[in-house]
């Protein structure tokens, strides 16, 4: 007799790694400012954080980190959101420690990801690091809800804010002018506009009134 292979309808699936320029993963998620869906962030930017885990070292230097910087990041109208794998109750327990101790009041929401639904779906765990604890991933979603930027911290080494600031500025930048930001961009810097795409557009490039160097690399300011 043929052996038939039967197909567990109850299994799930992994989520495909999130992808920049596609909708990032959408969620619905219990914080400690209450539960949070990705559309209520629809119209703003969002930066979404994950850390290792609450009452580790590394991760209050960076929760004190963002917490200083959230009046800068909300003037570019954009939103902070942490996420670790423990309880609502831990995050408050340990926000609560880092204002006691550190002086810093934590004003933004923090995931509870006990089931890791939205760990897996960014692909926050990375086995090479923990099957159990998030490392420290970072996602830039645009007022669309598109993921255009992401970066992946291992557990020993902590973050820069001051790098989300700057990405984040880029970003904007970009996509108010049509614009490319070169090394390590600074807001009042020179961009680099968009290569010419055919013969006839690279021979007037260089008699657009840019500062070129060649046909190809051509900048102006702001």
């Given at each position: 007799?043929?052996?038939q292979e039967t197909i567990d309808?109850?299994?799930?699936?992994?989520?495909?790694?999130?992808?920049?320029?596609?909708?990032?993963?959408?969620?619905?998620?219990?914080?400690?400012?209450?539960?949070?869906?990705?559309?209520?962030?629809?119209?703003?930017?969002?930066?979404?954080?994950s850390h290792p885990a609450d009452?580790?070292?590394?991760?209050?230097?960076?929760?004190?980190?963002?917490?200083?910087?959230?009046?800068?990041?909300?003037?570019?109208?954009?939103?902070?959101?942490?996420?670790?794998?423990?309880?609502?109750?831990?995050?408050?327990?340990?926000?609560?420690?880092?204002?006691?101790?550190?002086?810093?009041?934590?004003?933004?929401?923090?995931?509870?990801?006990?089931?890791?639904?939205?760990?897996?779906?960014?692909?926050?765990?990375?086995?090479?690091?923990?099957?159990?604890?998030?490392?420290?991933?970072?996602?830039?979603?645009?007022?669309?809800?598109?993921?255009?930027?992401?970066?992946?911290?291992?557990?020993?080494?902590?973050?820069?804010?001051?790098?989300?600031?700057?990405?984040?500025?880029?970003?904007?930048?970009?996509?108010?002018?049509?614009?490319?930001?070169?090394?390590?961009?600074?807001?009042?810097?020179?961009?680099?506009?968009?290569?010419?795409?055919?013969?006839?557009?690279?021979?007037?490039?260089?008699?657009?009134?840019?500062?070129?160097?060649?046909?190809?690399?051509?900048?102006?300011?702001?």
């Amino acid at each position: 007799m043929k052996h038939q292979e039967t197909i567990d309808t109850n299994c799930v699936l992994p989520s495909p790694p999130p992808r920049l320029n596609e909708p990032a993963p959408d969620f619905e998620a219990k914080t400690t400012h209450g539960v949070k869906r990705l559309e209520d962030y629809r119209g703003r930017w969002l930066i979404l954080f994950s850390h290792p885990a609450d009452f580790t070292p590394v991760c209050t230097t960076e929760f004190i980190a963002f917490a200083e910087a959230y009046p800068k990041f909300q003037e570019l109208g954009c939103d902070l959101l942490g996420l670790s794998i423990d309880s609502a109750f831990a995050h408050i327990a340990w926000t609560r420690t880092i204002r006691e101790k550190f002086g810093v009041e934590v004003p933004f929401p923090i995931i509870e990801d006990l089931s890791m639904q939205v760990a897996h779906a960014y692909g926050m765990i990375q086995p090479g690091e923990s099957d159990t604890s998030a490392v420290r991933a970072t996602f830039v979603i645009d007022p669309n809800g598109v993921l255009r930027a992401m970066v992946y911290y291992p557990m020993t080494n902590g973050r820069s804010v001051d790098e989300f600031l700057r990405i984040l500025q880029a970003l904007q930048t970009s996509d108010a002018n049509g614009v490319a930001t070169p090394e390590n961009w600074q807001p009042g810097d020179k961009v680099i506009v968009p290569p010419p795409s055919t013969v006839a557009a690279a021979e007037a490039r260089m008699n657009e009134g840019l500062e070129c160097k060649d046909w190809f690399y051509c900048e102006k300011s702001l």
